[in-house]
């Protein structure tokens, strides 16, 4: 079981915990609980994005020892600090076609580290 699979676990226990309390219809008791489910779902969805987080800067990381500094240099203007690729090419005297193609290997790679991290298959794209 993935570490994905086990903290999602957790906040649904949770979460089911707070909802199996059993509390008197009433008006204030009422308006708590609303507000207890609202703000469980809002730490679910804060959970998972720093989950998600977590998961992409340690399979970025992985990536990033296995490239030559110039595939990840590449790959990191581009897609991180959205600069174009013949801004790219010139900067890292490349091909603007290798500028493209060396991004969407990295991006892979990527990808593919994710999903083995998460313990998953890789998704395509």
């Known amino acids: 079981m993935g570490l994905r699979t086990v903290?999602?676990?957790?906040?649904?226990?949770?979460?089911?915990?707070?909802?199996?309390r059993k509390v008197g219809a009433g008006g204030s008791a009422i308006l708590q609980k609303l507000a207890q489910v609202e703000a469980t779902a809002e730490l679910e969805k804060r959970?998972?994005?720093?989950?998600d987080l977590e998961l992409a800067d340690e399979a970025m990381r992985r990536i990033r020892s296995r490239v030559s500094e110039d595939r990840w240099l590449a790959?990191?203007?581009?897609?991180?600090e959205r600069l174009t690729g013949a801004e790219v090419a010139a900067r890292l005297n490349?091909?603007?076609?290798?500028?493209?193609?060396?991004?969407?290997?990295?991006?892979?790679?990527i990808r593919e580290e994710?999903?083995?991290l998460e313990d998953r298959?890789?998704?395509?794209?």
């Open 75 to 80: 790959w990191q203007m581009t897609s991180q």
């Open 7 to 20: 903290t999602e676990n957790a906040v649904k226990d949770f979460v089911k915990s707070l909802n199996d």
């Open 47 to 51: 959970l998972q994005d720093a989950f």
């Open 94 to 109: 490349m091909k603007v076609v290798s500028v493209y193609t060396v991004r969407n290997q990295v991006q892979k790679l």
């Open 114 to 116: 994710v999903a083995k």
């Open 121 to 125: 298959p890789a998704v395509q794209g």
